[in-house]
């Protein structure tokens, strides 16, 4: 069984790095229109959105068909979330404000959804931090899992960012306002569950 979780680890960390080499490949062949540094930056943001998503997928999987081997995946999958935001935050750092820290300043300040989208990721880096075993025994299991609950507010401060990053046909950004608000609610919904089983 160990093997066989091993190789899908292997298989789901190839499948996970082949939206990144698509967008190398289409930037390096012309594919990606008109504005291909806009077009990287803002799909690197949404791959970002969508492994956060997936992420907590994970739980509400596990309960519903009862395979705890979904949970082996989250770490990884939460690293990816990671890991796409910070391309996302470095092609928007380096290739549209060229690192000029005062520029970045007024940026964040002055413009509502840049000012969300960088709460969004600074959110994200203490998760990063502290997803390893050794960080959750440093913590202990219950603070370790309130500081996790930031990924709730996260998803939903993404899911803001990019509905307001969308000028035109909102239709996608409220897709994922709506898968927000499932996974959302079925926490809710199996928190409720639970407390009324632990009161009766």
């Known amino acids: 069984m160990q093997k066989h979780i091993t190789s899908l680890k292997r298989l789901v960390f190839i499948i996970s790095l082949l939206p990144l080499s698509w967008l190398i490949y289409a930037l390096l062949t012309d594919q990606l229109g008109a ?8 799909d690197t943001g949404v791959w970002a959105l969508r492994f956060i998503m997936v992420t907590l997928l994970i739980s509400p999987l596990r309960k519903l068909t009862g395979i705890n081997h979904f ?14 935001a910070s391309v996302h935050m470095l092609l928007y750092l380096g ?8 520029e970045i300043w007024l940026d964040i300040v002055k413009r509502p959804f ?3 989208g960088f709460i969004s990721f600074v959110l994200l880096i203490p998760l990063t931090v502290t997803s390893t075993d050794k960080m959750m025994k ?5 603070r370790w899992k309130k500081l996790h609950y930031l990924i709730y507010l996260i998803v939903v401060l993404s899911c803001v960012h990019f509905y307001m990053l969308v000028k035109q046909d909102k ?4 897709i994922y306002f709506f898968i927000a608000i499932l996974l959302l609610g079925f926490r809710v919904f199996s928190q409720r569950r639970r407390s009324q089983s632990a009161a009766s």
Request: hydrophobic share 50%.
């Open 35 to 42: 504005n291909p540094i806009e077009a990287v930056t803002r």
């Open 71 to 84: 949970i082996r995946f989250r770490r990884m999958l939460g690293l990816f979330a990671f890991f796409y």
């Open 95 to 102: 290739l549209d404000q060229f690192f000029d820290v005062q």
């Open 114 to 116: 840049i000012t969300i």
């Open 138 to 142: 440093r913590l202990g299991g219950r």
């Open 171 to 174: 239709t996608e950004p409220l």
